[in-house]
């Protein structure tokens, strides 16, 4: 059982960066696609960014391309995600998630074995 734990969020205005974070433990992240699923009031949950087992794949929801870049280290057992030229679409919960699918069948899916608690980010304007 993988336990994913989040943190980075918080309160930041329109333009500015966040990087958000998410530590594993309970096994190796090595064996999974990671991703950030974002989840904001009203809307519809979305997968914003994933990346496949070695780093060599990723996807990035329209909305965020450009501006976002996940990246992992399997070695450390961590994935980050580096937010850049925040829009206040941009907020809602983030969360760390990890599945044996691809990066595509996750953002097609929303659905993962594992889910961290999220991490709020919230983008004044």
């Known amino acids: 059982q993988v336990q994913l734990v989040e943190s980075g969020g918080g309160l930041v205005q329109a333009g500015d960066s966040l990087r958000l974070s998410c530590a594993a433990s309970?096994?190796?992240?090595?064996?999974?696609?990671m991703g950030w699923v974002r989840q904001a009031p009203g809307k519809e949950r979305e997968v914003v960014a994933a990346i496949g087992r070695n780093g060599a794949v990723t996807y990035y929801a329209d909305s965020v391309k450009g501006r976002f870049t996940i990246s992992r280290d399997n070695a450390k057992n961590t994935q980050s995600l580096r937010m850049n030229s925040l829009e206040p679409e941009d907020s809602g919960d983030y969360y760390c998630?990890?599945?044996?699918?691809?990066?595509?069948?996750?953002?097609?899916?929303?659905?993962?074995?594992?889910w961290g608690r999220g991490t709020q980010v919230t983008v004044s304007s």
């Open positions: 309970g096994g190796a992240i090595s064996k999974y696609t």
């Open positions: 998630v990890a599945d044996p699918a691809t990066t595509q069948r996750l953002a097609a899916t929303r659905l993962a074995r594992f």
